[in-house]
């Protein structure tokens, strides 16, 4: 069923041509400014915490290597709700669900600048997680609904700039307001962009629905959800000895009942949450597994090493946020070589030696120390 915009008012600032004629010129240019604001708030998220690790957990009264649950919290919450975002959108719509989707991270982020528990800090950060969950799927969503194929590269790079932005300036500005600063103004950066994009959002975001959704996959929901929930937690209390060895392998063992469980309903359903059957394809199957076991090693960077310049070195927040930055810059930086790089070398000689140079460069820092120079 082809989806139809509902009313959707102009006023508002990319150059493009018009859009389906219930959506104002204007509202279709200043459209692509309004994902890349909420993609923006979204990815700074992930990174801004994590220079302000060792403060915050010095003013919650716990270890700093605890603060792993915050973050990881956060990751998880993503994980469970970004595979039925693009239901709820098809369902009520996507200018109410990216509305709830702001309004809900908005909310989590003055909790979570409010909370002096790392419990309720947790709890708190799932809250903004389902918010941010829902932002960036249903936001590319409308973005390929509203602009023709031939304006879709153009309005897509554009919205990623900000994504890539986001996590380079985390670090540093996390450093800035944990070291002049208090560190719940962390959060609570979050709440004036909110509310920006809230009005923003009403007064120019396209509502496209379908008229007929299939059935939401709430068994699919349950297991998977619990199951990755599970998981995370047994992973979480393993390095902490909370719980003896017997507990730990009971838990593991329903974790992975839980998950198994989702695959076999998964082949059994006409709709499940997320589709299996992709993994047939050679191409799919290989890039996600790879991709998996290359982030094991990667994604506990942005953690560990303003643990390791902060509490490990003694640098300040600030230093230790400059420190990040190099790495966020090039990142930023190589997309614009990449095509070239890749076309060059190929997918699969490109993938195989930046994964074994990333190893190499991880272990690198095992060798540094306190005489170790900041260049």
């Not at 989806?3 to 990319?14: A, D, F, K, Q």
């Not at 023709?148 to 790079?157: P, T």
């Not at 919205?159 to 450093?175: A, S």
């Not at 074994?356 to 060798?367: D, N, P, R, S, V």
Request: net charge positive; with cysteine; proline share 7%.
């Amino acid at each position: 069923m082809q989806p139809t915009p509902t009313n959707v008012s102009p006023p508002g600032p990319i150059e493009v041509s018009p859009g389906p004629p219930s959506l104002a010129a204007s509202s279709k240019r200043l459209l692509p400014w309004l994902i890349a604001v909420a993609f923006f708030m979204e990815t700074l998220d992930t990174t801004i915490l994590n220079t302000g690790v060792p403060t915050i957990a010095a003013a919650l009264h716990v270890a700093p290597l605890s603060m792993k649950s915050v973050l990881a919290s956060y990751t998880l919450s993503l994980a469970v709700f970004i595979p039925i975002s693009g239901w709820m959108a098809d369902r009520f719509g996507t200018r109410r669900v990216f509305a709830s989707a702001i309004g809900i991270f908005t909310l989590g982020s003055f909790l979570c600048g409010i909370s002096s528990d790392i419990h309720v800090l947790v709890a708190c950060r799932i809250l903004q997680g389902s918010g941010g969950a829902m932002m960036m799927p249903v936001g590319r969503l409308t973005i390929v609904r509203t602009f023709a194929k031939y304006e879709l590269i153009r309005a897509m790079s554009f919205v990623v700039i900000p994504g890539l932005i986001g996590p380079m300036l985390g670090p540093i500005v996390g450093g800035l307001i944990v070291g002049y600063l208090h560190w719940r103004l962390i959060f609570f950066v979050n709440i004036p962009i909110g509310l920006a994009g809230l009005c923003l959002v009403y007064l120019h975001l396209p509502n496209y629905r379908e008229e007929h959704t299939h059935p939401l996959d709430v068994a699919g929901l349950i297991l998977f959800g619990s199951g990755v929930a599970l998981l995370s937690y047994v992973l979480e209390v393993f390095g902490e000895h909370a719980l003896n060895a017997g507990e730990i392998l009971g838990l593991l063992a329903v974790s992975i009942v839980l998950l198994a469980g989702y695959g076999f309903h998964a082949t059994r359903t006409a709709h499940p949450m997320l589709r299996l059957t992709l993994f047939r394809i050679r191409t799919f199957r290989t890039a996600v597994s790879g991709s998996f076991v290359t982030r094991l090693g990667v994604g506990g960077i942005p953690f560990l090493f303003p643990l390791l310049y902060q509490v490990g070195l003694g640098f300040t927040p600030i230093q230790s946020g400059l420190l990040m930055m190099p790495q966020a810059i090039a990142a930023m930086s190589l997309k614009l070589t990449m095509p070239r790089i890749l076309a060059r070398f190929g997918y699969r000689a490109v993938l195989i030696s930046n994964t074994l140079i990333i190893g190499l460069q991880i272990m690198l820092f095992a060798t540094i120390g306190m005489s170790t120079p900041v260049w």
